[in-house]
T-cell receptor, first 114, second 111 residues
Framework: KAGVTQTPRYLIKTRGQQVTLSCSPISGHRSVSWYQQTPGQGLQFLFEYFSETQRNKGNFPGRFSGRQFSNSRSEMNVSTLELGDSALYLC?????????????FGPGTRLLVL | QKEVEQDPGPLSVPEGAIVSLNCTYSNSAFQYFMWYRQYSRKGPELLMYTYSSGNKEDGRFTAQVDKSSKYISLFIRDSQPSDSATYLCAMSGTNDYKLSFGAGTTVTVRA
């Protein structure tokens, strides 16, 4: 079974621009989560989507947004980029099984903001 | 204070040694505990998953959870150079729909 795929893998943007990252979950997985990973803050939860609905959101400013499509693919958007947004953005997909979902991560998109 | 505390190391051990990793947490609602391994420039890979307190073994890996002490551990027996990576603990409550991660411990196994 193919794993979680993320595109693009690397991205360079300048301050003030916006960016859209894409995530395709494992086939059959309907939940998609996004995380930001930085050396200083580690892995931090951004948001989670299930059946096109956001079920949980982390403590990030409104510049960070996401959505999920009917085929479970997800996108996240960051508007008005800041230098501090440079990070590895990870997507994880889950097969919902009761109260817990085992999350499987993609390789990430490395974003550099200049 | 962070919700999940993990010593970032680094930890360097000779090949064949036992690697011991641990995390402490403050949120008593956490019920699900995981260990992920992350190689450089890759996404985290799920190693072990444990529900509530107890031990779980999978090959050379053993995970332990002590909810009374809010303390979880991962042991790697007969460590190999290929085990050199960053190990992240993660945890979640019921219907949380998110994982809370430790900072990650960087492990190097010397040949």
């Amino acid at each position: 079974k193919a794993g979680v795929t993320q595109t693009p893998r690397y991205l360079i943007k300048t301050r003030g621009q916006q960016v859209t990252l894409s995530c395709s979950p494992i086939s059959g997985h309907r939940s998609v989560s996004w995380y930001q990973q930085t050396p200083g803050q580690g892995l931090q939860f951004l948001f989670e989507y299930f059946s096109e609905t956001q079920r949980n959101k982390g403590n990030f400013p409104g510049r960070f947004s996401g959505r999920q499509f009917s085929n479970s693919r997800s996108e996240m958007n960051v508007s008005t980029l800041e230098l501090g947004d440079s990070a590895l953005y990870l997507c994880a997909s889950s097969l919902v099984q009761g109260a817990y979902e085992t999350q499987y991560f993609g390789p990430g998109t490395r974003l550099l903001v200049l | 204070q962070k919700e999940v505390e993990q010593d970032p190391g680094p930890l360097s051990v000779p090949e064949g040694a036992i690697v011991s990793l641990n995390c402490t947490y403050s949120n008593s609602a956490f019920q699900y505990f995981m260990w992920y391994r992350q190689y450089s420039r890759k996404g985290p890979e799920l190693l072990m998953y444990t529900y509530s307190s107890g031990n779980k073994e999978d090959g050379r890996f053993t995970a332990q959870v002590d909810k009374s002490s809010k303390y979880i551990s991962l042991f790697i027996r007969d460590s190999q150079p290929s085990d050199s990576a960053t190990y992240l603990c993660a945890m979640s409550g019921t219907n949380d729909y998110k994982l809370s991660f430790g900072a990650g411990t960087t492990v190097t196994v010397r040949a």
